[in-house]
């Protein structure tokens, strides 16, 4: 309790400020007051906010504490593509060095369980829900679909293909046969952005609680790197007549 009261009771009194070889020391961290206001960032989840933020002239006027006279605001957005999952809106520095954020975007898109082996039921929903559904998908869909217990299967793994023998009658089957890797298109990012492919391998495992269904990523998350492109060229294109005001940073 007496510790505490000196600590307030220091922490209130004035700075020292000594002169020792030409620079300047103080006994207590000092803040700089800033010459300008600043606002808080908005937190938005889409790409399109950003877009709307920009071409609707949110800041080109605006006043301060009720003064009558507009101020503008002639310093250039500065969008800063972060991640695949992430995009700031700031200005350019300001006469504080500072840069304002006005806007940060964050994807909270679902994804699909790589690396784990799921139930058959619960990998065909997920297919179906975390994927931008093809041909690849499709097939996937029907090979896990047509395999219903773990004395069923029959594989044969060459490291390039996975052949599987799915029993599709009571004396009949029929063998499929997936490449490996496969070419998938998960939804991963912005949902106004095209998908980058993704390359995955695809696993078939029996067991006490039947079959079970996995991918497991193989491209060495290269598509993170696509992803921020795609999100670049999507604002170049939605923001093609004010490019003189933008700086797109990726």
């Not at 006279?69 to 972060?82: K, L």
């Not at 297919?127 to 217990?149: G, H, K, N, P, W």
């Amino acid at each position: 309790m007496l510790e505490s009261a000196i600590n307030k009771i220091l922490e209130l009194a004035k700075p020292n400020v000594e002169v020792l070889n030409d620079s300047y020391y103080s006994d207590k961290r000092l803040h700089r007051i800033d010459d300008e206001l600043y606002a808080e960032p908005l937190n938005v989840h889409t790409l399109t906010s950003i877009v709307d933020y920009i071409t609707s002239g949110t800041d080109d006027n605006g006043t301060l504490d009720g003064a009558c006279d507009a101020v503008d605001i002639d310093r250039r957005f500065v969008v800063h593509i972060e991640d695949y999952d992430k995009v700031t809106l700031t200005r350019e520095l300001s006469t504080d060095k500072r840069r304002e954020r006005l806007l940060c975007a964050t994807d909270d898109t679902r994804t699909f369980p790589f690396g784990q082996f799921l139930p058959v039921e619960n990998f065909i929903i997920a297919m179906q829900a975390y994927f931008i559904q093809d041909d690849m998908t499709a097939q996937l869909v029907r090979l896990v679909s047509s395999v219903t217990d773990s004395n069923s299967v029959k594989r044969a793994d060459n490291g390039l293909t996975q052949s599987v023998t799915a029993k599709t009658g009571i004396v009949t089957s029929s063998e499929i046969e997936v490449p490996n890797p496969v070419q998938l298109c998960p939804l991963c990012t912005f949902s106004e952005i095209r998908q980058p492919g993704r390359r995955f391998v695809f696993r078939l495992r029996g067991g006490d609680n039947g079959v079970t269904a996995a991918l497991f990523e193989a491209d060495g998350n290269a598509w993170k790197h696509e992803a921020i492109l795609n999100i670049r060229d999507y604002l170049n294109l939605e923001l093609r007549e004010m490019l003189d005001d933008v700086i797109i940073l990726a």
